[in-house]
């Protein structure tokens, strides 16, 4: 379809949004373009509230190790590369309250800052409500399906490793364009394999070398970047 084109994004973080101490730890967005895939983006951010129970999610439900972490992005080259991505796009994320909030939080301070993207609706309660009769929900709430269930249920298989940035968004945006054109079909990627963009330390590249030292206090752990 022409006419169709948007960014899908996907977080990964050290927690839920009940906890104060959760952060955005991975970033993954595309942008789709007449139903392909055009071009990619991910990297992991260095979180400025790191405790080891946030630690523990990283490494179980994303794999992420501390060494991602300490050569993350700082926050104004994750805000810098996220509105450079989106630019004045629609961006949809299937959690879009979950994703919309931490970004806010991680990157502009406050639960309800303003992230100043141009966000659609939500793409898990749209799919919830386009299939209520198939989804689990309760009283006065919109039928939901988690990401991979969303996908069994149209007859797309989940490709990549669960939990990632970029392999979510990547299943994301296949099921965004199923609920804009009514096909539920693999989106052809034109944008060449991404790498997740970190700070190596490494000056002969160019790019600004990070050396981190992690101290424990109680439960938190403190990035240092040097």
Same mark, same amino acid.
């Given at each position: ?48 509230? $790191?405790?080891? %129970? &946030? ?11 501390? !060494?991602? #972490?300490?050569? +993350? /992005? ?81 007859? $797309?298989?989940? %490709? &990549? ?11 994301? !945006?296949? #099921?965004?364009? +199923? /609920? ?47």
């Amino acid at each position: 379809p022409k006419d169709v084109s948007f960014v899908f994004l996907d977080t990964e973080t050290t927690g839920l949004p009940d906890d104060p101490d959760a952060r955005v730890t991975e970033l993954g967005m595309v942008r789709v373009s007449e139903g392909r895939i055009v071009a990619e983006c991910a990297m992991f951010v260095h979180p400025e509230v $790191l405790t080891e %129970e &946030g630690m523990e999610v990283c490494t179980t439900i994303s794999h992420t190790d501390l !060494a991602d #972490l300490e050569a +993350g /992005l700082s926050l104004d080259q994750v805000r810098m590369l996220l509105f450079a991505f989106c630019g004045s796009s629609e961006v949809y994320a299937f959690n879009r309250g979950f994703d919309e909030r931490m970004l806010a939080r991680t990157l502009f301070g406050a639960d309800d800052a303003d992230t100043q993207l141009r966000w659609g609706p939500c793409t898990m309660r749209a799919f919830g409500r386009r299939y209520a009769i198939y989804g689990s929900g309760g009283p006065d709430r919109d039928p939901v399906f988690s990401l991979w269930k969303a996908l069994q249920f149209v007859g $797309l298989a989940f %490709e &990549g490793d669960a939990h990632r940035a970029l392999t979510d968004a990547r299943a994301g !945006a296949r #099921l965004q364009l +199923g /609920l804009m054109t009514g096909a539920y079909v693999p989106v052809i990627r034109e944008a060449p394999e991404s790498t997740i963009l970190r700070l190596k330390a490494s000056s002969s590249t160019g790019t600004p070398s990070v050396r981190s030292r992690t101290t424990v206090r109680g439960s938190r752990i403190t990035l240092h970047g040097v």
